[in-house]
């Protein structure tokens, strides 16, 4: 199972990224995606997941800010950042998780920096 995950880089606080993650049509179609980040020293959290019904989940910290959001036609599922501070920096990784099965696999990560 492959997650393919892009975007990350270097913004100044207040800036905009977007993340995406491509995966094949049945991962896509039967999984809920989600982004996970994680600092170094420090548990991997939940950002934002997205269900196959397109039903959204954030994590407090965000919310009003990130907007997870999927392409259909495109297998892939994207996390829009707004408004981003310098606590947001850490690396991002992409899940998708079948509660129903169990199984769940992680994308490569994809580091996000914020500072000035």
């Known amino acids: 199972v492959q997650l393919q995950a892009s975007g990350g880089g270097l913004v100044q606080p207040g800036g905009s990224l977007r993340l995406s993650c491509a995966t094949s049509?049945?991962?896509?179609?039967?999984?809920?995606l989600g982004w996970y980040r994680q600092d170094p020293g420090k548990q991997r959290e939940l950002v934002a997941a997205?269900?196959?019904?397109?039903?959204?989940n954030y994590a407090d910290s965000v919310k009003g800010r990130f907007t997870i959001s999927r392409d259909n036609a495109k297998n892939t599922v994207y996390l829009q950042m707004n408004s981003l501070k310098p606590e947001d920096a850490a690396v991002y990784y992409c899940?998708?998780?079948?509660?129903?099965?169990?199984?769940?696999?992680w994308g490569q990560g994809t580091l996000v920096t914020v500072s000035s």
């Open positions: 899940n998708a998780a079948n509660a129903a099965t169990g199984l769940y696999y």
């Open positions: 997205i269900t196959s019904r397109g039903s959204t």
């Open positions: 049509g049945s991962i896509f179609r039967a999984y809920v």
